[in-house]
């Protein structure tokens, strides 16, 4: 393993570095996933690469690399971001290879290793994300690990020429504490 921040079961996240920007080049290249995350214009890899060093630059925002245990593959990056001690409040943004295999299982046990962190060590009180209302799969899957929806940002995304609505959702360290004692 690659310098193991958090180790989970099959994957394990570590510091993103300036040399996994040319993957995250590629995968927002990806229609599904530059049209949820991205700006929609083209990154080159040296974009890339540039992106990922500003991540580790600005205290506001952490990245993480997902890798997978058995041969350090990198299958997704995170970054929390907006992060605000004072309030102790940040966002979660995932985004998985769209080429890998087990992406689902993936996405899960990353976002449980990612929810611990936020919650028992950055001691965070609440970590919020938003995904396409019509996406219905990544609303399940961030259900299935505790977030709870808030509500629905009407047009807040532009997406292949028109406004797609936005599902608001988070997790109280109170609802993470829970579901910690009941595992």
């Known amino acids: 393993m690659k310098t193991p921040f958090v180790v989970g079961e099959t994957i394990y996240l570590r510091p993103l570095e300036p040399e996994d920007g040319p993957d995250a080049a590629r ?9 949820r995350f991205g700006s929609g214009l083209p990154m080159s890899e040296e974009a890339g ?3 990922v060093e500003g991540l580790t630059r600005d205290e506001r925002q952490v990245g993480l690399a997902v890798a997978l245990r058995a041969d350090d593959k990198l299958v997704a990056a995170i970054r929390l971001y907006s992060l605000q001690p ?3 409040s940040g966002g979660y943004r995932l985004a998985l290879d769209p ?3 087990g992406a689902e299982k993936i996405a899960v046990e990353a976002t449980r290793l990612v929810l611990a962190y936020a919650f ?5 009180n609440r970590l919020w994300l938003h995904v396409l209302a019509a996406d219905q799969v990544a609303r399940k899957r961030f259900a299935k690990v505790g977030f709870v ?16 609505d936005v599902a608001a959702m988070a997790m109280l360290h109170e609802e993470w504490d829970r579901r910690a004692r009941t595992r």
Do not use: K, M, P, S
């Open 27 to 35: 995968w927002f290249q990806d229609a599904e996933i530059g049209g």
């Open 49 to 51: 690469r540039r992106h």
């Open 86 to 88: 004072q309030r102790r």
């Open 99 to 101: 080429a890998g295999r």
């Open 120 to 124: 028992e060590t950055l001691n965070l």
């Open 149 to 164: 929806e808030e509500g629905v940002l009407r047009q807040e995304a532009w997406r292949d020429g028109r406004y797609e």
